[in-house]
């Protein structure tokens, strides 16, 4: 009785001691997923920095462009890519014009009614806060409101987020920085127009000269000093996790540059 009662306390602290090694291997895990993403962030929150600095270049041949390109960028021990996208390119949601909003709609594949469905609820909102106090600001504070609009779906948001701003004070857009899909999405304009300006754009640096025009579109359009940029960083380490950090920058006042919001990004 005595042995076998020894070996049912061996076999009592083999169990917990195999217990204790799994609950510690899982903790270690925990704990090596945390530093790696902690390592992520913190390369991407650099890459935010690497922006801002390109675009505070005084040079006009290595100043970084405002079109919404990808920087790659070796830092420490892991990589970046970082893009710079001018607000002024992107479709105001509280001044575009409808016809702008249903362009860029079809020009993500929504279909004529329920495009016109969400072009609607916009207008509407834009009705109701020109009926109160919060008119001055604006019917969207943020983006994100867009997906209070009747209509939207997650995947429609996700595609239209990042080609809409609340941070200008006009209705129309730059061509020098609009990303293409708002570029397309010009009423009247041709699929070749755009084609063409987009190449000679992305051969030009920063601050380009000649550009073929964009004909009968004068009305959505008009070009402007880089004022409020989004700069999108996606760090990545060395064993593959990921962090991508959003951040709205002001680009213009004393100091140099201040930060409108500040906010963890998506992966397409």
Do not use: C, H
């Amino acid at each position: 009785m005595a042995l076998i009662l020894v070996l049912w306390v061996l076999a009592l602290l083999a169990l917990l001691a195999m217990g204790f090694a799994g609950s510690a291997r899982t903790e270690l895990q925990i704990a090596r997923n945390q530093y790696e993403a902690a390592q992520a962030r913190a390369i991407a929150d650099a890459g935010v920095s690497f922006g801002i600095l390109g675009m505070l270049d005084p040079s006009a041949q290595t100043q970084w462009s405002a079109d919404g390109r990808e920087y790659p960028v070796d830092y420490g021990t892991g990589t970046l890519r970082v893009s710079v996208q001018d607000e002024a390119g992107k479709i105001n949601l509280n001044l575009a014009a409808p016809e702008l909003l249903a362009g860029l709609l079809r020009t993500l594949g929504v279909a004529d009614a329920a495009a016109q469905q969400i072009v609607d609820g916009i207008l509407q909102r834009r009705r109701e806060a020109a009926d109160t106090a919060g008119a001055a600001r604006g019917a969207f504070r943020d983006v994100a409101e867009l997906r209070l609009v009747p209509g939207m779906t997650r995947p429609l948001y996700q595609a239209m987020a990042p080609l809409v701003t609340v941070y200008t004070l006009g209705d129309r857009i730059d061509p020098l920085t609009a990303p293409a899909e708002v570029l397309r999405s010009l009423p009247g304009v041709f699929p070749q127009q755009v084609d063409a300006y987009l190449a000679a754009r992305a051969q030009a640096g920063p601050q380009p000269t000649a550009l073929p025009p964009l004909a009968g579109v004068d009305r959505f359009i008009a070009r402007s000093a880089v004022q409020i940029v989004t700069i999108r960083a996606e760090g990545e380490t060395t064993s593959g996790a990921v962090f991508v950090r959003e951040a709205a920058v002001a680009m213009t006042g004393s100091p140099p540059y201040r930060f409108l919001s500040w906010r963890q990004g998506e992966r397409p």
